[in-house]
C-alpha cells in the first residue's frame, strides 16, 4: 500500500453509503514517512492527498458467532488495475466550530469477489463492483441548543460510476452513473438506545446512462468488449428526488444479537424514467410516504435450517402516488396511479405468513458456484390500487397476496449446463413458490363508493381476480430489444395446483369473511415457453414482440360455486402455439366512441339512435397480433379439449382421459393464400385485437318496475343518476336533465375490435373411452370476421 491515510471519506460515508470503507481505512493507520509529510499543506486548514490502494483477504460481521465473509476485497484504481485511486481532503475549522471537508475522489474502484456464509461452503452470493469519481462537502457540527448529538450538511456529485454483479463470470451492470445530491439539516443523535438519523431535506438527482451485460470472464466492468464495440445494453434510467426522513438504529435482532432498523420517509416529489434508444417511458409527480416497524437483520438460518443473512420485517405501510405515466414521441399519458399497502403477519387458508428475506449463496444448482438464493415470505395484509384518467378514477380494492418459496438469481449466458438450458441475461429463477393474491372488488369514484365486480375485466390483461398456485421456473432478462436497448425475454414457467377464478364475488362485503364464489378453474397445472420476446420503448408506446411461444394449461375441473368442491363442468385442456406475435400498449383510450348506434360525430350517432361518450385523452390502447401457427409436435399446437364423465380413483378424484372428449385440434390462423410463391399459405395476419380502457361516466337504466336490492323506487327504463344527498348515493330519473347526465355512474369502460382473415380448426373428434376417436368435422374454416364490443362495469344493486 502507497501513502495510506485514514480521514478521506470518515464522516461523509455515512450519507453516500459506504460507512464500511470508512471503518476499513481506520483501521489502517500508519506513521507518514517525509514523503507523505511533505504533501500536507496547511494554511486555513489542511490538505491530505493520497493514492490509495489496499486489499483484504476476507472482513467477516458475526452475530450469535454465525459469520459472513466478504472476501477479495480490493481498493484502488478503476482504471489502471495495481495503481491507487486519488483522494484529496481539505480540512479547516470555521468560526461556527464546525469540522469542514472538501474532498476529490477521482477514479476509484471498491470490489469484492465473493460474498461467503459460514456454514455453506462450496458456494458463494456472487462478487459486487462499484467504480465512482466524488467530489463533495461535509460540515459537522455540535447541536446547539441542549443537544447530546451532532449535525451535519452533506453535497456531494458522483461521476463516473458503475455498479455490477457478477456471477461465474458474467455480470449485468450499470453504466455510467451520474449522481448529484443534497442534505442539509441532518443530525445524528441517541434517543434512548437507539442511534437515530434525520434529515429534514435531502434533494437528488440520478442517471444511468446504460445497464449493460457481459458473457465474457476476460470483460469486467467495462463497457466495450475486446473490439472496442459498447456492450448490450437494457436501456437507461434516470430520476429525481424531494424527501425527508427518520431513521432509528439499535441493537437486536430477531433472536440474539443482530441489528434493528426502524424509518419514516415522505416522498415530496420524485420521477422515475426508462430510456430505450432516445424513447421513455416515465413516472412523473411522485409522492408518497412509508413507515418502516421493527425491521430486524440477523445471520442465522431460514425456515428450513439453511445458513442465511435474515430480514425480518415487523410492519411497513405506505402510500404512492404517481401523478402521470407517459410513454412514446408525443408524451401522451396513460393516466395517474394511487398504491396503498399493509405488510403485516396475517392468517391466509389457514395459514400464518410473515414478511421476511434470507440471503443465501449458490443460485440455481446447475448455474455454479456463484448466485444468490432468497427464501422468501410474504403477506400483504391489504393494498388497493386506483387509477385515474381524464379526472374519473376506478379502485381495485382489497387486494391481498400471500405466499413462501425460494427465488434464485444468477448472471447466465446461452447454453446447457448440467442439464439446465441458460440463457444469456440476468436469470430470476423460482422453485417451490406457493402463492396466492385475491382481489376483493372494484369502486369507482372515490374508496367509499359501493362495492362492485367487474375485477373479470382484468382477464384481457392476464390477471385473474383471485388465484393461488405453487410455482417453478425462471425468466431471464437479456439485454437489447428488437433493435439496440431495450430487453429480450426467455422464460419457462411451470405452475401447478392452480386455482383461478374468472370472476369471483368479494370476500368480504363488510360483514367479515367469506368463501368467495364464483366460475373456478381448479385443479390447474400450466406449463408455458417464451423465446426471444423483446421489449422496446417506441415513439407509439410499449412494443413487444415475441418469436415464439407455447403453453399447455391443463383444468382438471371448471366449477361454479365455491372454488374447492362447487359442481364441475368437467376437464378443460388448452393449448397455445404462436410464432411471431406481437403487443403494442398505448397511452390514450378510445376516445370519442358511439356506444349502441353508428357515426362518426355526435349528431351522426344520436341520429342512430346511440349514445355519443367522449372519453378523453388518457387511458390504455392495447393492440395486439396473435399468430397461431399450425402445429409442430403434441406440445407446439393449438388445440382445446373439453372431457366429461370421467371415473373417479380410490380418493374421489376424477382420472384425466377416462372420460368423453370433445377435441378442436390443429387451430391456425392464414391471411387466405400463398402470396409470397414459397407454397404455403402466408401466416402473417394472424388475429388482430384492439383494445381500449377507460374509466367513464355511462347510461345505466333500470330492467324492472320498483325496487332494487338496495330500496330504490324507479321504473323500467329509468336511468340512474348518482346523488350524494340520496340515502343510497344514487336515485333513478325517467328524463334526466343536463346536470343529471354529468352525474351519471362511472364505470370501467372497455372498447374491443378482433378482426381475421382466415382462421382454420384442422379436425373436430369426439372421443369416447371405448370406441375412440371418430371425426365429426373435418377442416372447418372461418374467414373475414370482424367482432366489435363496448362493455361497461358500472355498480348494479
Known amino acids: 500500500m502507497t501513502r495510506k491515510l485514514s480521514g478521506i471519506l470518515p464522516l461523509s460515508t455515512v450519507v453516500l453509503g459506504l460507512g464500511s470503507y470508512s471503518m476499513i481505512t481506520a483501521a489502517d493507520l500508519q506513521s507518514l514517512d517525509d514523503r507523505a509529510l511533505s504533501e500536507i499543506r496547511g494554511q486555513s486548514g489542511i490538505t491530505i492527498e493520497t493514492d490509495l490502494t489496499m486489499t483484504a483477504d476476507k472482513l467477516s460481521y458475526y452475530d450469535d458467532n454465525k459469520g459472513v465473509h466478504l472476501e477479495g476485497m480490493r481498493v484502488g484504481s478503476s482504471e489502471v488495475p495495481g495503481q491507487g485511486a486519488f483522494h484529496r481532503t481539505r480540512i479547516d475549522i470555521g468560526s461556527d466550530s464546525a469540522l469542514n471537508l472538501e474532498y476529490l475522489v477521482e477514479d476509484r474502484r471498491v470490489e469484492f469477489s465473493d460474498i461467503r456464509l459460514a456454514g455453506a461452503p462450496g458456494v458463494s452470493m456472487g462478487g459486487i463492483f462499484f467504480d465512482h469519481s466524488l467530489q463533495g462537502t461535509l460540515s459537522l ?101 424531494e424527501l425527508s426522513s427518520t431513521t432509528g438504529i439499535s441493537a437486536g435482532g430477531r433472536a440474539g444479537e443482530g441489528l434493528r432498523f426502524d424509518n419514516e420517509t415522505t416522498i415530496h416529489s420524485a420521477s422515475f424514467l426508462y430510456h430505450d434508444d432516445g424513447h421513455a417511458l416515465a413516472l412523473r409527480d411522485i409522492t408518497g410516504s412509508y413507515r418502516i416497524q421493527d425491521l430486524r437483520l440477523d445471520v442465522g438460518e431460514d425456515w428450513r435450517g439453511r445458513p442465511a443473512v435474515g430480514l425480518t420485517l415487523g410492519r411497513m405501510e405506505g402510500e404512492f402516488e404517481v401523478g402521470a405515466i407517459e ?63 381524464d379526472g374519473n378514477r376506478v379502485i381495485i380494492s382489497g387486494l391481498q397476496s400471500w405466499g413462501q418459496g425460494d427465488i434464485t438469481v444468477n448472471v447466465t449466458r446461452d447454453g446447457v449446463q448440467g442439464g439446465t438450458r441458460f440463457y444469456d441475461g440476468l ?91 364464483g366460475l373456478w378453474l381448479t385443479d390447474m397445472t400450466y406449463d408455458g415457453h417464451v423465446r426471444n420476446m423483446t421489449l422496446d420503448v417506441t415513439d407509439e408506446g410499449l412494443a413487444l414482440a415475441t418469436e415464439e411461444s407455447w403453453s399447455t394449461m391443463d383444468i382438471g375441473n371448471v366449477r361454479i360455486g365455491n372454488g374447492v368442491d362447487g359442481e364441475s363442468l368437467g376437464r378443460l385442456k388448452i393449448q397455445r402455439f404462436e410464432q411471431g406475435s ?188 371405448v370406441g375412440g376417436a371418430q371425426t365429426a368435422v373435418f377442416g372447418a374454416v372461418l374467414q373475414n370476421v370482424n367482432i366489435r364490443a363496448n362493455l361497461t362495469a358500472t355498480p348494479i344493486p
Open 141 to 241: 457540527r455540535q447541536q446547539t441548543a441542549g443537544g447530546t448529538g451532532y449535525e451535519f450538511d452533506s453535497a456531494y456529485t458522483m461521476t463516473g460510476g458503475r455498479l455490477g454483479y457478477r456471477t461465474n463470470g458474467n455480470s449485468v451492470f450499470l453504466d455510467d452513473i451520474t449522481m448529484s445530491v443534497e442534505a442539509l439539516g441532518v443530525t445524528l443523535e441517541r434517543v434512548g438506545q437507539t442511534l437515530e438519523l434525520t434529515a429534514p431535506r435531502v434533494t437528488g438527482s440520478w442517471q444511468v446512462g446504460a445497464i449493460r451485460y457481459s458473457s465474457d470472464p476476460a470483460i469486467y466492468g467495462r463497457s466495450t468488449n475486446g473490439n472496442g464495440d459498447l456492450l448490450p445494453s437494457y436501456g437507461g434510467l434516470s430520476g429525481q428526488y
Open 327 to 389: 410513454i412514446g414521441g408525443a408524451g401522451k399519458s396513460f393516466g395517474a396511479f394511487n398504491l396503498s399497502f399493509l405488510l403485516e403477519d396475517q392468517v391466509f387458508g389457514g395459514r400464518n405468513y410473515t414478511n421476511a428475506l434470507y440471503l443465501q449463496g449458490g443460485g440455481h444448482v446447475d448455474a455454479g458456484a456463484q448466485g444468490l438464493r432468497l427464501a422468501a415470505q410474504w403477506s400483504l395484509r391489504l393494498s388497493d390500487l386506483s387509477y385515474t384518467e
Open 427 to 517: 436469470r430470476i429463477g423460482f422453485e417451490g413458490l406457493e402463492a396466492g393474491y385475491r382481489i376483493n372488488g372494484m369502486r369507482v369514484g372515490s374508496d367509499d363508493a359501493p362495492l362492485q365486480g367487474g375485477t373479470e375485466l382484468l382477464l384481457a390483461l392476464g390477471i385473474y381476480p383471485a388465484y393461488d398456485f405453487t410455482l417453478d421456473g425462471h425468466m431471464t432478462l437479456g439485454a437489447g430489444g428488437a433493435s439496440g436497448e431495450g430487453l429480450t425475454i426467455n422464460s419457462d414457467i411451470h405452475i401447478r395446483d392452480g386455482r383461478a377464478a374468472v370472476i369471483a364475488a368479494p370476500y368480504d362485503e363488510g360483514n367479515g369473511e367469506q368463501p368467495q364464489k
Open 582 to 769: 406481437t403487443t403494442l400498449i398505448k397511452p390514450g383510450g378510445a376516445g370519442n366512441v358511439c356506444v349502441g348506434g353508428a357515426g362518426a360525430s355526435a349528431s351522426a350517432c344520436s341520429a342512430s339512435g346511440g349514445e355519443w361518450e367522449m372519453r378523453g385523452e388518457e387511458g390504455v390502447t392495447i393492440e395486439m397480433k396473435n399468430i397461431l401457427a399450425r402445429a409442430q409436435s403434441s406440445e407446439k399446437r393449438n388445440s382445446l379439449l373439453w372431457e366429461t364423465n370421467r371415473t373417479v380413483d380410490g380418493q374421489g378424484r376424477a382420472v384425466n382421459g377416462s372420460g368423453t372428449r370433445l377435441v378442436l385440434d390443429n387451430i391456425y390462423t392464414s391471411d387466405g393464400g400463398d402470396f409470397d410463391g414459397d407454397g404455403v399459405d402466408d401466416n402473417t395476419y394472424g388475429i388482430q385485437t384492439d383494445l381500449s380502457v377507460d374509466v367513464y361516466q355511462t347510461r345505466v337504466v333500470k330492467k324492472e318496475n320498483g325496487a332494487d336490492s338496495l330500496g330504490v323506487n324507479g321504473a323500467r327504463g329509468d336511468e340512474k343518476i348518482m346523488d350524494a344527498s340520496a340515502p343510497q348515493g344514487y336515485r333513478y330519473v325517467s328524463s334526466p336533465s343536463e346536470a343529471d347526465r354529468l352525474n351519471r355512474p362511472l364505470g370501467f369502460a372497455v372498447k374491443a375490435e378482433t378482426r381475421f382473415k382466415e382462421l382454420t380448426i384442422n379436425n373436430i373428434d369426439l372421443v369416447h373411452p
